[in-house]
T-cell receptor, first 118, second 110 residues
Framework: GAGVSQSPSNKVTEKGKDVELRCDPI?????LYWYRQSLGQGLEFLIY????????KSGLPSDRFSAERTGGSVSTLTIQRTQQEDSAVYLC????????????????FGPGTRLTVL | KQEVTQIPAALSVPEGENLVLNCSFT??????LQWFRQDPGKGLTSLLL?????REQTSGRLNASLDKSSGRSTLYIAASQPGDSATYLC?????????FGTGTRLQVFP
């Protein structure tokens, strides 16, 4: 079946502009995650959605970052007033959340969106 | 705060060798541990998931072990091939997110 898809694959923007990144999870997956991978650094957790519950925003680096998930499926990560340090690859992942389990199942990642802020 | 470390940071070997990649974590209170590979410019591909109650998982030439009490996991790659060249990441899982290590960059040459 189809995997996690993300769009756009590449985004170049000017400092100060707003950007929206989109993620389509695997159908039936209730958990959705956003991560950021900066050059030379590891993967950094940003935000997590589980079903219709309020998202865990603990990883968002600043209040310029926000995310929403409509209808429990597609998610959009918005970065307002972009800064050069926002340049990174933004990865989305989804997984099943097994009923009765304490943790999620395998996370499946999309190809990422490479954001460059000039 | 959970910290995940991978050793070595980079590895270059001839084809056919058996390899061991190491992952260590500071907080043993994890729910699972996942190994991924990442090819240049690409997303992550899940290789193996070990639940906290398990000791190891196998898939083809890959075998991953988990020792929660010592905070360690190893990924064993048997009979390495040039197609195995990639960055390998381990990630420890809680209830809501993964904490990633910095990766081991593997190159297998013919």
């Amino acid at each position: 079946g189809a995997g996690v898809s993300q769009s756009p694959s590449n985004k170049v923007t000017e400092k100060g502009k707003d950007v929206e990144l989109r993620c389509d999870p695997i159908s039936g997956h209730t958990a959705l995650y956003w991560y950021r991978q900066s050059l030379g650094q590891g993967l950094e957790f940003l935000i997590y959605f589980q079903g219709n519950s309020a998202p865990d925003k603990s990883g968002l680096p600043s209040d310029r970052f926000s995310a929403e998930r409509t209808g429990g499926s597609v998610s959009t990560l918005t970065i307002q007033r972009t800064q050069q340090e926002d340049s990174a690859v933004y990865l989305c992942a989804s997984s099943l959340f097994l009923a009765g389990a304490f943790s999620t199942d395998t996370q499946y990642f999309g190809p990422g969106t490479r954001l460059t802020v000039l | 705060k959970q910290e995940v470390t991978q050793i070595p940071a980079a590895l270059s070997v001839p084809e056919g060798e058996n390899l061991v990649l190491n992952c260590s974590f500071t907080d043993s209170a994890i729910y699972n541990l996942q190994w991924f590979r990442q090819d240049p410019g690409k997303g992550l591909t899940s290789l193996l998931l070990i639940q906290s109650s398990q000791r190891e998982q196998t898939s083809g030439r890959l075998n991953a072990s988990l020792d929660k009490s010592s905070g360690r996991s190893t990924l064993y790659i048997a009979a390495s091939q040039p197609g195995d060249s990639a960055t390998y990441l381990c990630a420890v899982g809680g209830t809501d997110k993964l904490i990633f290590g910095t990766g081991t960059r593997l190159q297998v040459f013919p």
